[in-house]
């Protein structure tokens, strides 16, 4: 069974760095996409950045410039580098893997990201 395990969040101040990483215990194949994804208290899920089994990336506005997503050689990793935090960037953060064969979403059960003074 998949599970993916994401770490490195915690509480930082505003300004700060953290760097999320999430790895897939057990094999998965076929992997398209790896993102990452957070809510935040009382909103909604959204999309963070996500990076294609291409290597294409694409960002949310709210964090273009500021976080850098990646992944590791055998693309079973990914991490979301998150510089010059915002309060506003608090918020519970997942991670997010989509198969193709067969079609299957994994999802993390989230890491608590806290930027605050």
């Known amino acids: 069974q998949v599970q993916l395990v994401e770490s490195g969040g915690g509480l930082v101040q505003p300004g700060g760095s953290l760097r999320l990483s999430c790895a897939a215990s057990?094999?998965?194949?076929?992997?398209?996409?790896m993102g990452w994804y957070r809510q935040a208290p009382g909103k909604q899920r959204e999309l963070v950045a996500h990076?294609?089994?291409?290597?294409?990336?694409n960002y949310a506005d709210s964090v273009k410039g500021r976080f850098t997503i990646s992944r590791d050689n055998a693309k079973t990793t990914v991490y979301l580098q998150m510089n010059s935090l915002k309060p506003e960037d608090t918020a519970v953060y997942y991670c997010?893997?989509?198969?193709?064969?067969?079609?299957?979403?994994?999802w993390g059960k989230g890491t608590l990201v806290t930027v605050s003074p």
């Open positions: 997010h893997y989509a198969t193709r064969a067969p079609v299957v979403d994994y």
């Open positions: 057990g094999s998965i194949f076929s992997i398209y996409v």
């Open positions: 990076i294609t089994s291409g290597g294409s990336t």
